[in-house]
Nanobody, 119 residues
């Protein structure tokens, strides 16, 4: 059974940092492109950052220079290091893993972790 389990969310003040983790099981993690999405109340889910199997990364403009995505294939875990947090970063953060096989696209989601940035 495939599981993606996020952790590390919480309440922080503006300007502080937080690191999210997403631990995967039941998949060949190294083959998957891993992406962090977020969804704020009343807004659509948006891509935050992604990292492919080769380690190449992509970021939303709103987080460039503040967030860093990384992966540890030995631990089947992807991380999102978030710095200089702003109130607009408040959202539920979701982990997604995608692998495009020869005939099938495999896509899995975690349950989400709440990040609240507030003074």
């Amino acid at each position: 059974q495939v599981q993606l389990v996020e952790s590390g969310g919480g309440l922080v003040q503006p300007g502080e940092s937080l690191r999210l983790s997403c631990a995967a099981s039941g998949i060949i993690f190294s083959l998957f492109t891993m992406t962090w999405y977020r969804q704020a109340p009343g807004k659509q889910r948006e891509l935050v950052a992604s990292i492919n199997s080769g380690g190449s990364t992509n970021y939303a403009d709103s987080v460039k220079g503040r967030f860093v995505i990384s992966r540890d294939n030995a631990k089947n875990t992807v991380y999102l290091q978030m710095g200089s947090l702003k109130s607009e970063d408040t959202a539920v953060y979701y982990c997604n893993g995608v692998h495009r096989g020869a005939l099938t696209v495999y896509s899995y989601w975690g349950q989400g972790t709440q990040v609240t940035v507030s003074s």
